[in-house]
């Protein structure tokens, strides 16, 4: 095994838990209503291999809940938020581990996938950062409190 790809693996394994955490915040942060998936399911990104597809289901979903969100809180959105940048880190991260013999992929298509993929994160969190304070609801007026 190649240092490059040790220490690629080493350090892809450290940030999952975290990078997963985020994702997993920014879906409890959204109402259930407006959830497209289970926030529970995100951890399934953990799971080797697998991870490959469900990175692809998990972006696409949380764009899908975060929108459905914005538009329920009247915050203004894009049509799928943070969607094409995790999809370019998804299919950049893929075409980077195909091994190739005519081309070391790994070169070419790791560090925009490192880049992309920190990119998605931190506008994943930052999305869930504006939905940190819960949707107000209607407050009962003063007459009502007292039963006036």
């Known amino acids: 095994m190649r240092v490059e790809t040790l220490s690629g693996l080493i ?5 999952l838990v975290p990078y ?6 920014a879906m409890l942060r959204c109402s259930p209503e407006s959830r497209t998936l289970s926030p529970r399911l995100i951890w399934l990104l953990i799971i080797p291999f697998f991870s490959f597809v469900w990175e692809f ?19 203004e959105t894009d049509k799928a938020p943070g969607q094409t940048l995790g999809l370019a880190a998804s299919t950049l ?11 070391d992929l790994t070169v070419i298509a790791g560090l925009p996938a490192i ?8 506008k994943i969190w930052r ?5 940190k304070v819960p949707v107000q609801t209607a407050q009962p007026d003063a007459q009502t409190m007292t039963g006036r």
Request: glycine share 2%; with cysteine.
């Open 127 to 131: 999305f869930s950062n504006r939905l």
């Open 57 to 75: 289901i998990v972006v696409v979903k949380l764009a899908e809940s975060l929108h459905n969100e914005f538009l329920k809180r009247g915050i």
């Open 93 to 103: 991260f893929i075409i980077s581990v195909i091994p190739s013999y005519i081309l």
């Open 115 to 122: 880049i992309c993929w920190i990119i998605y994160w931190i």
């Open 20 to 25: 997963t955490l985020t994702l997993h915040k």
């Open 11 to 15: 350090l892809s394994t450290a940030a």
